[in-house]
């Protein structure tokens, strides 16, 4: 185990705060990963997507860069888009984890 995952662990086990953080820190650091892998694995750019969508590129990047406040209804549309369903193999994942953090608000 590294450094910093050994820091990581021990600050989680001391720090309740820390840890609440870390881990919705992390989902939302992994849906936009996800996102990207299953646009990638369609073989579509950003700007095909965002064609696709009828928006921007930059919207795009934002939400595979930020997907903290991506709606359940947006993340359904890009994941038809890039030619998921939302039980496909990326994006059940993530609808999953959407439907988990808005039980949180």
Not at 1 to 19: G, H, P, V, W
Not at 75 to 86: K, N
Request: hydrophobic letters at 35%; a positive charge.
């Amino acid at each position: 185990m590294s450094d910093l995952k050994k820091y990581i662990a021990k600050r989680k086990k001391t720090d309740q705060e820390f840890a609440e953080g870390f881990e919705e820190g992390y989902e939302q650091f992994k849906i936009g990963v996800v996102l990207r892998q299953a646009r990638e694995s369609a073989g579509l750019t950003q700007e095909e997507l965002a064609l696709r969508l009828k928006t921007k590129k930059t919207s795009i990047s934002r939400i595979e860069n930020h997907a903290e406040d991506i709606k359940l209804s947006t993340l359904d549309r890009f994941c038809q888009s890039a030619g998921e369903t939302v039980a496909g193999s990326y994006c059940i994942e993530l609808s999953i984890a959407a439907a988990k953090r808005n039980r949180k608000v």
